[in-house]
C-alpha cells in the first residue's frame, strides 16, 4: 500500500470515527441526545457491523490461505490441518458474533 492510500485510509477512519462522536457528545435540553435525534446511533451500528464484518472476514481468509499453502507443503497434513483451520475458524466467527451482540446491546440501551 502506497503512502497516499494509506493517509486517505486514516482520514477515513478518523472522519467515521469523529463525526458521530461529536454528536455524541453533545447534549439536548428533552433528555434525548442529539445523536439519537439525527440518527448517529443507527449510523454507528451500521459502521461497527460492517467493520466487525470486514475482520472477520479478512481472518477467516488469512487462515484458510495459510491452510491451503500448508497442506500443498505437505499433504499428507491435510487432515490434522483441516481440523485445525476449522477451530481457529469458529474462534474468529465467536468474536465476530460476540462484537455483534456488543453492537445490538447499545444500539437497545
Do not use: W
Request: aromatic share 10%.
Amino acid at each position: 500500500m502506497n503512502k497516499f492510500a494509506r493517509i486517505a485510509m486514516l482520514f477515513v477512519v478518523l472522519f467515521i470515527t469523529l463525526v458521530p462522536a461529536a454528536a455524541l457528545f453533545a447534549a439536548e435540553g428533552d433528555g434525548q441526545s442529539v445523536a439519537a435525534s439525527y440518527g448517529f446511533d443507527k449510523f454507528g451500528f451500521g459502521v461497527s457491523v460492517g467493520l466487525i464484518a470486514i475482520g472477520a472476514g479478512i481472518g477467516i481468509g488469512m487462515i484458510g490461505r495459510a491452510t491451503i499453502e500448508s497442506s500443498a507443503r505437505q499433504p499428507e497434513m491435510r487432515g490434522n490441518l483441516t481440523t485445525i483451520m476449522f477451530i481457529a475458524a469458529a474462534l474468529v466467527e465467536g468474536v465476530a458474533l460476540f462484537g455483534l451482540v456488543i453492537c445490538i446491546l447499545a444500539l437497545y440501551q
